[in-house]
């Protein structure tokens, strides 16, 4: 099969994610959608480094595993659905890992290799400006933070959960925050609304240039760029507080998976 053709894993959690996402209604600011984007990501990226983990595991590897394995994180090609009224499906995890030339789940079985390629397949419908601030940040180190902390779990050699949270901690949340960084350079080199130009005295309060800056926003492309700058402004932000899945209890619920 093309790993360049997204295909959907699980039928009946695709029909789940559809209904969540499309008919239940999520009335949210963008801010806030910017924010709960950028943390279901973290959380995400900290369920597949405890899938790491269990690949790691001779006893519950399934196929052999290099001494140094070669980690990447290339395109996604899995999706549990299609977005439409002019959003877009954003996936979650910046990318699919592959293992030694392998994609990651298929060094599992049972509940584990399901529940780990699901993980690949989940994604948010959105404004496409979520996903162009996405692709600006993948493009410039975010996948890469996401294969380096698979990759640190991989070669761990201490207990488990703290080389999990090591790895988020060391390897994503570093990386995440530099490619955010280099994402906004990138944007900001391109051509953006005037700053606000505040009055003093009898004007205080006033916008000196509004007209000059209603007239920069008319212009479509650089009112992308200055959204697109905005979120990856709380992408940064949603790095502040560890995810839910970093929890003692919930490494252990993935660690303790069934085999069969």
């Not at 399901?114 to 948010?124: H, K, T, W």
């Not at 959960?161 to 988020?168: G, N, Q, S, T």
């Amino acid at each position: 099969m093309s790993r360049h053709r997204r295909t959907v894993p699980d039928r009946g959690e695709a029909k789940s994610e559809r209904f969540r996402h499309k008919q239940v209604q999520r009335l949210s600011s963008d801010q806030r959608r910017a924010l709960e984007h950028g943390a279901a990501r973290n959380g995400r990226v900290a369920e597949a480094l405890c899938f790491m983990a269990l690949i790691r595991d001779p006893a519950r590897r399934v196929r052999p595993l290099l001494p140094v394995p070669n980690v990447s994180c290339t395109a996604a090609v899995r999706q549990f659905f299609r977005a439409d009224d002019g959003e877009q499906a954003a996936h979650l995890l910046p990318g699919q890992i592959s293992i030694d030339g392998a994609f990651a789940w298929l060094f599992l079985s049972g509940p584990a290799a399901r529940r780990l390629e699901n993980l690949f397949a989940y994604v948010e419908p959105l404004r496409a400006d979520f996903n162009k601030a996405d692709s600006a940040a993948e493009a410039n180190g975010l996948s890469d933070a996401f294969a380096d902390a698979c990759r640190r779990v991989l070669t761990g050699r201490g207990e488990a959960a703290a080389d999990i949270v090591a790895a988020y901690e060391q390897g994503w949340v570093s990386g995440a925050l530099a490619a955010f960084a280099a994402a906004e350079a990138q944007k900001r080199s391109k051509p953006a609304p005037p700053p606000i130009v505040s009055g003093v005295g009898p004007e205080y309060g006033m916008i000196l240039n509004i007209d000059e800056r209603m007239e920069a926003f008319a212009d479509d492309s650089i009112w992308a760029t200055y959204e697109q700058l905005s979120i990856l402004g709380y992408y940064k932000a949603a790095m502040e507080d560890a995810p839910p899945q970093l929890r003692p209890r919930a490494i252990g619920d993935i660690l303790t998976l069934p085999q069969a």
